[in-house]
């Protein structure tokens, strides 16, 4: 690294901060990323739970099923 002249202080100074800058933000990124994924996970649980529930809202398998349908394969 250079001393530059009538500044006082490194040259590379200035990019080992731009540098570190960067690294702050990235970090932030990632945290605000994983905090969108663990919502969208939460999001998609109780979507796959409302999707799955039996009619009476017990899942015990002992809804009544619709007459003239087959008794699995089906959703409600």
């Known amino acids: 690294m250079k001393w530059q002249i ?3 202080n490194f040259s590379g100074w200035d990019n080992m901060e731009r540098e570190q800058e960067n690294k702050v933000e990235i970090r932030q990124r990632v945290r605000d990323l994983q905090s969108q994924v663990d919502e969208l996970k939460d999001l998609v649980n109780t979507l796959l739970s409302v999707i799955c529930e039996e ?3 017990v899942h015990s398998g002992a ?3 619709i007459p003239g349908q ?3 394969n089906y959703c409600m």
Request: proline share 25%; no cysteine; aromatic share 0%.
């Open 70 to 72: 087959p008794a699995n």
């Open 55 to 57: 009619p009476d809202g």
């Open 63 to 65: 809804a009544p099923t």
């Open 6 to 8: 009538g500044e006082g």
